[in-house]
């Protein structure tokens, strides 16, 4: 089968081939040659620029419907991807010129300026993207462990999409292989390597539908899935690059530069993962447990409550109210004597044989009893009123009788 990924034949095609699947594909980097077509030198477009930004739009828009979920305000978001996104761009050049073997750099400064020639890393990509684009997120007053999270997301999705720009460029592959999906290429000696592109794309991918779900449902607390998401492209990472044959080395060395980070990016995180363990403060989306707890969404209601009346009518009365209720008559039974006879009245205490003397005292009792509310009774205002008004009418009548 023969796939044809160009616009037209230009110098930078490469005729890729998979011989273990029979599968044979002509590629060439330039998507766009501007300068051929406007006659004014070589400039171009290319497959590699194009699939990276394709890649940043789809993390983008990932984010973008996200942010809802985890609570983060969107306008503020995208100034911090902004910023990060340059960032990126210059970080990826400088990590790629520092760790470049030899002095390429240091005889011709201004060779650092020809980004347009090649040489980026995606480690220093990654590095400027969160150092400049966590400044800014913390400048503009977002959660910086949620802003984090959404960015690893969209992480993923770019790169499971810009590796197939190694693939146009037929560059970061691996060592010869065996393997039925072998890649064999003018680049390659046309001897089948590991398609080592191929390897980071699908496993990227995985990393993101493991994460995407994790957040959703079982995410803990803000950064959780930023931990996670170093872990595993750390893994995935230092795994890729002990096939690849073009890493840059460490100078004072012989180590794989991506593979010493890879590793530090695993141990740091696994270690934050279990400092942070018993941690619980989410924005956003997550554990149910925990949302409720920190009053992100209201208790669950009874799953009698929820029923969907669209089709019917209401529910009937809940099973729940019903036993309450029978419950309750029971009680009532049981405080009521059986038969409904009346419980017998308990026989009066008998009173003791009065004597002469106890006669005399409560005949003094009474006496003063009756007297004592004649003497402490005080006339109330309002009879005070009513006998004075009597008095005033008395003397009215007497005066018109005169």
């Known amino acids: 089968m023969r796939i ?6 230009f110098h930078m095609t490469h005729v890729v081939s998979f011989p273990g699947l029979g599968l044979e594909f002509t590629v060439n980097e330039v998507a766009l040659p501007l300068g051929e077509w406007l006659g004014f030198g070589d400039y171009s477009i290319r497959w590699y620029g194009i699939l990276i930004a394709i890649g940043f739009l789809l993390g983008m828009a990932y984010a973008a419907r996200s942010a809802k979920k985890m609570n983060i305000d969107t306008s503020r978001l995208f100034d911090a991807v902004i910023v990060g996104l340059i960032g990126s761009v210059i970080c990826a050049r400088l990590y790629y010129v520092i760790f470049y073997p030899g002095d390429k750099y240091i005889k011709n400064p201004m060779e650092i300026f020809k980004i347009h020639d090649g040489g980026i890393a995606l480690y220093g990509s990654l590095i ?29 999705i770019g790169q499971t999409v ?59 607390y803000d ?9 595993w492209y750390g893994a995935v990472r230092f795994f890729i690059e002990g096939l690849r044959t073009d890493s840059l080395m460490l100078h004072m060395a012989d180590l794989r530069v991506s593979q010493v980070v890879a590793a530090g990016c695993v141990v740091a995180g696994l270690i934050l993962l279990f400092v942070f363990r018993r941690k619980t403060s989410l924005s956003g989306c997550g554990s149910p447990e925990v949302m409720e707890a920190v009053g992100l969404i209201k208790p669950e209601i009874d799953p009698a409550l929820e029923k969907s009346t669209i089709f019917g009518d209401l529910p009937e009365k809940e099973e729940s109210v019903q036993e309450e209720e029978a419950e ?24 003791e044989p009065a004597t002469p003397e106890k006669d005399e005292n ?29 008095k005033e009418k008395k003397s009215r009548k007497k005066s018109k009788d005169k």
């Open 4 to 9: 044809l990924v160009s616009h037209g034949d």
């Open 128 to 156: 400027g993207a969160l150092v400049f684009g966590g400044l800014t997120a913390k400048l503009r007053k977002l959660r910086v462990p949620a802003v984090l999270d959404v960015a690893s997301l969209g992480f993923l």
């Open 162 to 220: 810009g590796r197939w720009g190694n693939f146009v460029n037929q560059e970061a592959f691996g060592t010869p292989t065996m393997l039925p999906w072998g890649m064999a290429s003018d680049n390659t000696g046309n001897i089948a390597v590991h398609p080592c592109f191929l390897y980071e794309s699908l496993l990227c991918l995985a990393g993101f539908i493991m994460l995407h779900f994790f957040t959703r449902k079982w995410r803990r």
């Open 223 to 231: 950064g959780q899935t930023f931990l996670l998401y170093i872990v």
């Open 328 to 351: 309750a008559e029971k009680e009532e039974k049981q405080e009521a004597p059986e038969g409904g006879e009346e419980k017998p009245e308990e026989p009066e205490e008998l009173e």
């Open 362 to 390: 409560i005949k003094e009792e009474k006496a003063g009893g009756e007297e004592a509310p004649q003497e402490g009774k005080a006339e109330k205002p309002e009879e005070k009123q009513d006998k004075k008004g009597k």
